[in-house]
C-alpha cells in the first residue's frame, strides 16, 4: 500500500483558508478510506475530518464542524481538506492517514498508513 503524501500546508492570517491535498505515493488498486489528524505543540494528536471510499460519509471533530469541508476524487487518488476561516488554535501538523476499507473511523488506531505531515500556521 503506498503511503499518503500532504501537500498545501502554510502560514495563513486568522480567517483566512487553506486546502490541503492527500495523495498516495503510488497508484493503489485498494479501496481506503481517508483521515486528517493534527497535533499541535505539546499536544495529543487529535482527529480532524475523515470521508470513506465512495465520498459518502464523512466525519469531522466539533472544533472545526462548519469551517472544514473533505472531499475525494478517487479518478485523481487526491482527498482534500479545506480549511475555512482559521484560527490561531488551528495551528498544527497535518497528517493524512489510509485506512484500507470502506468505512470512515475516527479512530487513529485503525489507520494502517500515514504521512509525514504538513505544517499550517494560522497568525493572530
Known amino acids: 500500500q503506498a503511503q499518503p503524501v500532504e501537500s498545501g500546508g502554510g502560514l495563513v492570517q486568522a480567517g483566512g483558508s487553506l486546502r490541503l491535498s492527500c495523495t498516495p505515493s503510488?497508484?493503489?488498486?485498494?479501496?481506503?478510506?481517508v483521515g486528517w489528524f493534527r497535533r499541535a505543540p505539546g499536544q495529543e494528536r487529535e482527529f480532524v475530518a475523515a470521508?470513506?471510499?465512495?465520498?459518502?460519509?464523512?466525519m469531522f471533530a466539533d472544533s472545526v464542524k462548519g469551517r472544514f469541508t473533505i472531499a475525494r476524487d478517487n479518478a485523481k487518488d487526491t482527498v482534500w481538506l479545506q480549511m475555512n476561516s482559521l484560527e490561531p488554535e488551528d495551528t498544527a501538523v497535518y497528517y493524512c492517514?489510509?485506512?484500507?476499507?470502506?468505512?470512515?473511523?475516527?479512530?487513529?488506531?485503525?489507520?494502517?498508513?500515514w504521512g509525514q505531515g504538513t505544517q499550517v500556521t494560522v497568525s493572530s
Open positions: 503510488a497508484r493503489t488498486s485498494s479501496n481506503y478510506a
Open positions: 492517514a489510509i485506512q484500507v476499507g470502506f468505512r470512515v473511523s475516527s479512530n487513529s488506531g485503525e489507520y494502517e498508513y
Open positions: 470521508v470513506n471510499w465512495s465520498g459518502g460519509s464523512t
